[in-house]
């Protein structure tokens, strides 16, 4: 594979606890069960099933489940916090399992820092000594680390509370504590576990525009664990959808939505605002008549929440272009189908001929959807990574879990 | 839905605690633990049975007489404790060590001189409490209690106290803290740390002075080491509990920069565990202090020897003049120490520890000059006027008080009316049926490893050939254990309900458990006599203050919402304690009664000095009579009857008891 651009490339990982858990995974007719069925016949509890999957250098990769799925375990596989069972697990090219100690440690210190849940600040630490604690670790002298935990306490805006301690400050400021001690060892990789559950939906997100933000300034290569669908649509280049320890989908936050590899998948997406996630080009058509002279023109990667504005706004059909060259236009018709998740064949477009173009929305589930957005659509929130990430995944197309490398 | 928690994924190797033996415990319990009322029956038909049989006494072909043999290997050890490479090489060291460390410690406090100790010491508390406003309540009290002890005018014994406290304390806490340590980082050491630390608990202190004796000899090394394994576990205990106790996530984060066990140990872990580490500090030095008169009796000096000397001669206002100056000792340390728990690890700014240096070393080149003695015209003599008082009580109630008695005829009704009938009941039914009562009420209470270790304590005991003495000593236990839990669970109920009573109890409290067993005994000897019931008043004034303690928590933690339900369906005051509080507080009482068993214990068996007879007397005079033989095999008895009572009393699945000192 491509070892240079992927930063972690995991095959075949499983992670089972419990008695003999190192059999599990090489049983042929152990692995056919079902994760429950396992746990009755051995006692064993599987967290983490046949996972494969690479982090692309400088994308946000995004493990989304529910609790119980395995996403916490998979994370702290990454960096054997949790010791995998099976499997291969590469960083960088360099095979992570066959690590000793040190080494380990050096990967630890150097190249994948974690936040986590919890924070896990140090109680009798001020805010100033919790950040340098990992340059502490690495043997960084006193003076030198203080000065450097000062700059990224600066960068993640708590510049004024270096002296306080951690029961001093708010959920949010704490969590900020535990991303400037991430960043204070300048990592290659940022490693996030479920970091903004325990905080308050607003402080949630300040603290994910934060996130989008040092991505976008530093391009770092960031791991996000999140069972929040919104957060993992707003934040991911690419989402990997865990269940019962297995990966039933990876692509980007499209493809998840308009194209659900099951119905557990189309179960979980059916809320999801898809206007805030599909863009324009999926309802485009050819330009008619005067249509390529008119209306507001649109990058081909604007989402169709900015179409429909665009189009409400003008009355007209919205342009879309791309370096100047006009690739088509959206109407009012063609948002709508998208809006309401319609299949290309149950959409009645004005004009026939237009809408059996090849830009029809494939893998649009048949039956009807509620139009209406759900409640937790945040319709202000800017979408960072668009600038930075280029819509060419390819379909990856279902079951991504057996062949979820995307060349 | 996985077991698997993605927030908290369960890492290898780590299991919840007690995780392990729960199945274990549970299984036996279910197998072999019988119902209520079938014991009780059983009880019911074979005591009346046994009782007629009659025959009593432990049969002589079950005895081991072990007297001879311990006296010669007595003798050998006095003969060869000059010679042999084992006291030679290794024996010898410690004990000269423990003498030189101890002397030297002395030195220096005597050549620092009043001044000079005053102000170190409150220097020191004031930079435990921070150096600022707030270490100034401490640094107060420190200044104070000692003064104190210098107006009492017992310098010269609160220094020699002092020294040997320092000395046991640091050695406490540095063994406490290594095995603290073992506990806290490795299963294994803590699956042996555990059993051995319950059972040293529940030992009563004069139990292991002999074999210390028989290889010390009267002396320093003697007193210190039995102060060092008294005082200990509490560190031991608390060490384990702050390390185990750590967060798991701060853990994990420190893991997930790759720190190394050392560094995880040293940045995390240790620095976590502070509170616990200073609270384990706290009560070794509390315990070390409740043990100053016992090491008295094997040879340690200062104030603890002004309060055995006291008892002797019954001079009560020596005795609680020396046990004022101990009580003054160990608020000033309680308060220390507790200040620098409360403080949370805030460093001291560098402009208050310079100034806390310049006083301490000012101090000292001035207490230096000025000399160790205490000034004798600053001392106020409260042993006079207090004797006063006392005799004028003992005047007065002792005898030929019109109606009532006077103290002198209750104790000898009491003795002759309870004691007596109990001690020859016991001493009635045969041995058998007492291990059978025994094995029942253990199994009723707590579990069958319980019964099983109660049965074999006290087959010891008749092993031994110390049935009839233990009997006797029992006979004591159980009237004070009953008279305790009478008055505790009186007082526990209406302080529990009453806010004030508790808050006027909680000072008087603090002040009597504070102040050594032995205080208790010289007014109750004099208003009662010498004997039995001056040892059975005296122990059960001591334990009262943890029973009450223990009962008011237990009550004062029945949940509200369950008492709210109760007063709204219109239960009575009666029926809510009845029905609601008693059940619900049932475990802490049981743990009330435990403890009452266990402190009763301890101070009946010091009884033995002032007439209580028996074991305790019996360890006395192998100390003070040489007959270490006798001595040693009552001490083994009281050990015996201490965990054969424990485990009687100890529920089942009962966690580790805080000890009585707090």
Known sequence: MDGHDSVFSVRGLWKVFGPKAARVPGDPRLTALTTAEIRERTGCTVAVRDVSFDVRRGEVFVVMGLSGSGKSTLVRCLTRLIEPTAGELAMDGEDVLAMDPARLRELRRHRAAMVFQHFGLLPHRTVLDNVAYGLEIQGVAKGERRARAREVIAKVGLAGLEDRRPNQLSGGQQQRVGLARALAADPEVLLFDEPFSALDPLIRRDMQEEVARLHQEEGRTMVFITHDLAEALKLGDRIALMRDGAIVQLGTPEEIVTRPADDYVRDFVRDVPREQIVPVSRAMRPAIGDEADRGTVLAPDATVAEGVAAVARDGVPARIEADGVLLGVVDHTRLLAVVAGLAPDEANYADPDAGTGALAIPGMREDGVDTDAGPGADADAPKGKAATTPMDAPATGQGTDTDPVTA | ?662
């Open chain 2, 1 to 662: 839905m996985s077991t698997v928690t993605t927030s908290r994924p369960i890492v290898d190797g780590e299991r919840p605690p007690g995780h392990t033996d729960a199945p274990g415990r549970r299984r036996t319990r279910r197998l072999v633990r019988p119902s209520t009322p079938m014991v009780l029956l059983a009880l019911a038909l074979l005591l009346p049975t046994a009782a007629l049989l009659g025959g009593g006494g432990w049969p002589q072909a079950l005895r081991v007489d072990l007297v001879p043999a311990l006296d010669s290997f007595a003798d050998w050890v006095v003969d060869n404790r000059e010679t042999h490479p084992v006291f030679l090489y290794f024996l010898l060291h410690l004990s000269n060590a423990a003498t030189d460390s101890v002397a030297w410690v002395h030195d220096l406090l005597t050549a620092a001189g009043w001044a000079g100790v005053l102000t170190a010491a409150t220097a020191l508390a004031w930079y435990a409490g921070g150096a600022g406003r707030r270490g100034a309540g401490p640094a107060l009290i420190a200044l104070g209690s000692l003064a104190g002890c210098g107006f009492l005018g017992l310098w010269e014994q609160a220094t020699e106290t002092l020294a040997l406290m320092l000395v046991s304390v640091v050695v406490a806490v540095v063994l406490g803290l290594l095995l603290g340590l073992a506990g806290g980082l490795s299963d294994t050491a803590q699956r042996i740390l555990r059993p051995v630390l319950d059972t040293m608990q529940v030992l009563p202190s004069f139990a292991y002075l002999l074999p210390l004796v028989l290889i010390f000899g009267i002396g320093t090394p003697s007193a210190l080491i039995t102060t060092v394994i008294y005082a200990m576990p509490p560190m031991v205990r608390m060490t384990t509990l702050g390390l185990r106790g750590a967060d798991p996530a701060v853990l994990e984060a420190s893991r997930s920069l790759g720190s190394t066990s050392w560094q995880r140990l040293w940045t995390a872990r240790l620095p976590m565990a502070r509170p616990q580490l200073l609270l384990g500090l706290n009560q070794t030095i509390m315990m070390a202090l409740s043990m100053v008169v016992i090491a008295s009796v094997v040879g340690a000096g200062g104030l603890g020897e002004s309060v055995y000397q006291a008892l002797k001669t019954r001079d009560f206002g020596q005795g609680l003049t020396a046990g004022l100056a101990i009580v003054l000792i160990a608020v000033w340390l309680d308060r220390t120490t507790a200040a620098a728990g409360a403080r949370g690890g805030v460093p001291v700014g560098r402009r208050g520890t310079g100034l806390v240096l310049v006083a301490a070393g000012g101090g000292l080149l001035a207490g230096s000059s000025a000399g160790g003695e205490w000034p004798e015209a600053v001392t106020v003599d409260i042993a006079a006027p207090l004797n006063t008082v006392v005799d004028w009580l003992v005047g007065n109630l002792y005898q030929d008080v019109p109606v009532l008695g006077g103290t002198s005829v209750w104790a000898g009704n009491f003795t002759s009316w309870v004691l007596n009938p109990l001690n020859n009941g016991l001493q009635a039914l045969p041995w058998w049926s007492l291990l059978l009562l025994a094995a029942a009420v253990a199994l009723l209470v707590g579990t069958w490893r319980g019964a099983s270790t109660a049965v074999l304590a006290l087959s010891c005991i008749g092993v031994l050939g110390i049935w009839d003495k233990a009997l006797y000593t029992l006979s004591q236990v159980l009237v004070a254990v009953a008279l305790t839990l009478l008055l505790g669970f009186a007082i526990g109920i209406l302080a529990a309900r009453v806010r004030t009573v508790e808050r006027l109890l909680r000072p008087v409290f603090d002040a009597m458990q504070t102040l050594p067993q032995f205080i208790y005994l010289i007014p109750v000897v004099q208003l009662f006599n010498a004997g039995r019931v001056a040892a059975i008043t005296a122990a059960a004034v001591y334990a009262l203050p943890a029973v009450v303690r223990v009962t008011t928590q237990g009550l004062k933690q029945v949940s509200p919402a369950a008492l709210e339900v109760s007063r709204s369906l219109g239960a009575t005051t009666w029926q809510q304690i009845r029905d609601v509080q008693w059940p619900l507080a049932r475990p802490a009482l049981l743990v009330a009664a435990n403890q009452g068993v266990v402190l009763v214990l301890a101070v009946v068996v010091i009884g033995g000095l002032v007439g209580g007879g028996a074991l305790g007397f019996d360890v006395v005079k192998g100390l003070t009579a040489g007959e270490l033989g006798t001595g040693l095999i009552a001490g083994a008895g009281i050990v015996c009857l201490g965990l054969a009572l424990d485990k009687l009393t100890q529920p089942a699945g009962r966690p580790a008891l805080t000890h009585h000192s707090h």
